[in-house]
């Protein structure tokens, strides 16, 4: 008697040309969104400009051009790729389903989770369209009440953000960092060359509270501790603030690290306080003095506008009475004792595993936050 006959069964999945086609739709009204044909062109002239032999002559004008440049491409390189990657899927789920190939058909079913995953990212990038949004972020964090476990919190957001910036290839500049004499730090200031960086880190406003057992405690007692997020968007030549030099006033000292530890010997860091708002930005990165009041004055310029902008957005929910949606002051709880789990109280977005969270990996909550935003300003305008 012949051995009976192989069947092979494929295990039903998802219907892979109805899913094919929903992510080819919400990638053409991407296209559209971005303006990809506009963006191409931007680039071009970019890489005109680029390949200018004066370009350095104006190192400020130089690092502007270069760096949107490298941002554009970027974006192109993100756009174009994930449209060809879904191409692909398209013709690798055909081929499987032709030769009757299971393991085939079982990566293109993983492959068709990570695009739908990268398509809602970049989906969210078009929810970005605010009059700062597609600006670079400056970024404060400023330890709160906690003693010695909110400045190591703060230390804690920094990496953070800083790790996030790796993760997706933006470069960090950091302005001034205010070391703790214990541990952790008092306060940082740090700019992020990302584009959309304003509008994707804005989400991060407010106060976030850690609770956990204090490493600083001898007597291993649970202790909360909170640490301010402030961020505000980087300025260009086109935008319109105005300082009165006279209501300025800069302090010059010296650079240190941790622990009091001397950087520079000489007097090289600058503190800028804008006297009639009570502003106070310093810069210690540059070895030069006048290289730090220029980068502070960048810093002190944007919180400037930011304010502007904030009592211009107060006037107006003045004017319009309360609305139901709002940004509060505490916005995230990371909790590491007696569970664990980091919660957006706005948008109720969480995740039981804080390790990764403080490794860099928040884009999760970061794509919670804007729809959230988008949402609230939706419920303002009605």
Not at 40 to 60: C, R, S, T
Not at 74 to 79: D, T
Request: hydrophobic share 40%.
């Amino acid at each position: 008697m012949p051995p009976p006959a192989v069947v092979l069964l494929l295990v039903a999945g998802p219907d892979f040309d109805q899913e094919i086609k929903a992510l080819g739709a919400t990638l053409r009204t991407i296209e559209q969104v971005l303006d990809v044909d506009k963006m191409k062109a931007e680039i071009a002239d970019l890489q005109e400009q680029v390949a200018a032999p004066d370009l350095w002559d104006d190192q400020a004008n130089a690092q502007r051009v270069t760096g949107r440049l490298s941002a554009l491409q970027g974006e192109l390189e993100r756009f174009t790729s994930l449209s060809g990657r879904v191409e692909d899927l398209g013709v690798l789920v055909e081929l499987a389903t032709e030769e009757g190939d299971p393991d085939s058909l079982a990566e293109a079913e993983a492959e068709l989770a990570r695009l739908r995953k990268s398509t809602e990212a970049l989906e969210v990038r078009t929810l970005l369209n605010g009059e700062y949004d597609a600006r670079e972020a400056i970024v404060t964090i400023r330890a709160g009440a906690g003693g010695v476990d909110a400045a190591d919190f703060a230390e804690m957001l920094m990496r953070m953000y800083t790790r996030w910036a790796e993760r997706n290839k933006y470069s960090v500049e950091v302005y001034d960092v205010s070391y703790a004499e214990e541990a952790g730090i008092k306060s940082a200031e740090f700019a992020i060359h990302a584009p959309y960086g304003y509008g994707t880190l804005s989400v991060e406003v407010g106060t976030h509270r850690l609770v956990r057992i204090s490493p600083f405690d001898n007597q291993g007692r649970r202790q909360t501790s909170f640490a301010a997020v402030e961020v505000v968007p980087v300025l260009e030549q086109t935008d319109e603030i105005e300082i009165d030099e006279n209501e300025v006033r800069t302090d010059v000292f010296r650079s240190g690290g941790p622990g009091g530890q001397s950087v520079n010997t000489t007097d090289s860091a600058v503190r800028l306080t804008h006297i009639p708002t009570g502003i106070v930005v310093s810069c210690q990165n540059e070895k030069s003095q006048l290289q730090n009041k220029a980068s502070a004055m960048v810093v002190l310029k944007a919180k400037l506008l930011a304010l502007k902008k904030a009592e211009e957005a107060a006037l107006k929910k003045d004017l319009k009475g309360d609305v139901a949606a709002s940004w509060g002051d505490q916005m995230r709880n990371y909790v590491l004792n007696p569970y664990q789990i980091v919660k957006d109280l706005r948008t109720g977005y969480e995740t039981g595993n804080p390790t990764p969270v403080f490794d860099g990996e928040i884009d999760g909550f970061l794509e919670a936050g804007i729809r959230w935003r988008r949402g609230a300003e939706k419920a303002e305008s009605n």
